[in-house]
């Protein structure tokens, strides 16, 4: 098995990379110039926004990981370039140079938009607006229609590892207008190594699957344990659903998290 991963040097890719070193996976990383990869990564110098890099990065692979993205800016043109023109780019790149090779998608689960009486599943319809998801939506569609033996793993929100994620939430209570009982499905980083290594073996393709651990946390809970003082409301929460999901079809398939609650996170030290 030989993988190449795309987004290899942001915050969940440079954590995949690491562990698929110590696993002993062959791999490769697209990156741009200036990027630093982790000792044992093969470095392919490229961009999913230059199609001519592609062909050098996806010939001779068995799998292709596609986390590359961009959401941490108000640039809405650019998150869709990203988003969807770079898949597309990486899709064409496979589809001509390499298709019997298996194509794993990144998606994130706030393609489920607020009109939800139940946690997103992977069956509902997928109505987000905001560019970020929507992107991701006409991403995957690109790929399930591509003819490519293809994966899509849902992921909610991603912590661990002293990345940040959990401490900001605080921060987004007031500018977000986040309920305190607003409720998050999480995934530890180690968790997305144990999702895709999953994935890898076959039991999810031509699948959308959701990935997250076992126990969603409020935001009230969230701050408490990251030290922030949590805000109380007894205004009545609406659209409750919304962060939350169905991650039943994961299990079903063979995935359980090792890092199973944010609370062993913080009781092992892997916060």
């Given at each position: ?16 990379l690491k562990r698929f070193v110590e696993a ?177 073996t076959g039991v999810m393709d031509t699948r ?33 659903w919304i962060g939350h999901v169905d991650a ?24």
């Amino acid at each position: 098995m030989t993988v190449l991963v795309t987004g290899g040097t942001g915050l969940v890719g440079s954590r995949l990379l690491k562990r698929f070193v110590e696993a002993g996976i062959d791999t490769r990383a697209l990156a741009r110039t200036g990027k630093d990869l982790p000792i044992g990564v093969t470095r392919i110098e490229g961009d999913i926004l230059s199609p001519e890099t592609l062909v050098a990065a996806v010939e001779g692979v068995t799998d292709i990981i596609h986390l590359a993205a961009l959401f941490r800016t108000q640039d809405e043109v650019e998150i869709w370039k990203v988003n969807h023109e770079g898949t597309r780019n990486l899709i064409d790149a496979v589809i001509e140079h390499n298709p019997a090779a298996r194509f794993l998608m990144a998606s994130t689960s706030n393609v489920y938009g607020p009109e939800l009486s139940h946690p997103g599943r992977e069956d509902d319809e997928v109505t987000a607006k905001q560019a970020y998801p929507a992107s991701k939506i006409a991403a995957e569609k690109e790929l399930r229609e591509s003819g490519l033996n293809w994966v899509v793993l849902r992921f909610p929100f991603v912590y661990g590892e002293k990345d940040g994620h959990m401490e900001s939430i605080p921060g987004f209570i007031s500018s977000m207008k986040w309920h305190p009982a607003k409720k998050l499905s999480v995934i530890h980083h180690e968790d997305i190594a144990t999702a895709i290594e999953l994935a890898l073996t076959g039991v999810m393709d031509t699948r959308v699957v959701n990935i997250a651990d076992e126990s969603p946390l409020t935001i009230y809970e969230i701050s408490q344990i990251v030290g922030a003082i949590p805000q109380s409301s007894d205004e009545p929460l609406v659209n409750p659903w919304i962060g939350h999901v169905d991650a039943s079809l994961s299990r079903s398939l063979g995935f359980q998290p090792k890092v199973a609650t944010v609370y062993q996170a913080q009781r092992e030290g892997k916060l």
